[in-house]
């Protein structure tokens, strides 16, 4: 019921800079928080980034003061800037959106299908 489709990957040296973008569109759904995961080669998928609805943000320690996230939610989408890129933040990163009807509580996770960062050192 919510599509996310999340695009601006790519590999950049240590020290340089990438924006990430993620939409999501449904016809049927609220959308709450959204954020963005990250998976590298070998380990579990851990948090990056999310923003509530509100504009709350939350970080993960390792990207603190490098990484910053925002949405827009008129327009259902959220950007990660990432700044002071390390090789250690080499992975795949995943948009992900908290969504369900307005008249609930009960929301689902939904994902987008990844896009690759790599940082070269």
């Known amino acids: 019921q919510v599509h996310v489709v999340e695009s601006g990957g790519g590999l950049v040296q240590a020290r340089g800079s990438l924006r990430l973008s993620c939409a999501a569109s449904?016809?049927?759904?609220?959308?709450?928080?959204m954020g963005w995961y990250r998976q590298a080669r070998g380990k579990e998928r851990e948090l990056v980034a999310t923003?509530?609805?509100?504009?709350?943000?939350n970080y993960a320690d390792s990207v603190k003061g490098r990484f910053t996230i925002s949405r827009n939610n008129a327009k259902n989408t959220v950007a990660l800037q990432m700044t002071g890129l390390k090789p250690e933040d080499t992975a795949v990163y995943y948009c992900?959106?908290?969504?369900?009807?307005?008249?609930?509580?009960?929301?689902?996770?939904?994902w987008g299908q990844g896009t690759q960062v790599t940082v070269s050192s």
């Open positions: 923003i509530t609805r509100g504009g709350s943000t």
């Open positions: 449904t016809s049927t759904f609220s959308i709450d928080a």
């Open positions: 992900n959106v908290r969504a369900g009807y307005s008249w609930t509580a009960q929301r689902s996770d939904y």
